[in-house]
């Protein structure tokens, strides 16, 4: 025998469960596009350091690439 009637608690817990799935979708999605960020621009990094690569930054003059004065 099915209940067929919805009072306001049901109705009330539909809408915070809404809620709560938006939110839970919405947390996702910024995560996800922080990740997708991250690796975009992460193309300029090495290691589990995180430290710039130093192949990668551009020499200054009078200096050559790979060497210090």
């Known amino acids: 025998m099915a ?3 919805q009072s ?3 109705k ?3 809408s915070r469960n809404i809620g709560v799935g938006l939110s839970l ?3 996702c999605v910024i995560v ?3 990740t997708v960020a991250k690796i975009r621009e ?3 990094m090495e290691a589990f350091d995180h430290q710039p690569r130093v192949s990668m930054t ?3 003059e ?3 690439r790979g060497t210090q004065q």
């Open 3 to 5: 209940i067929r009637e």
């Open 8 to 10: 306001d608690m049901h």
């Open 12 to 14: 009330r817990r539909l």
């Open 25 to 27: 979708v919405a947390f």
């Open 32 to 34: 996800f596009g922080m």
């Open 42 to 44: 992460g193309s300029k």
């Open 58 to 60: 551009p020499a200054q």
């Open 62 to 64: 009078g200096q050559s």
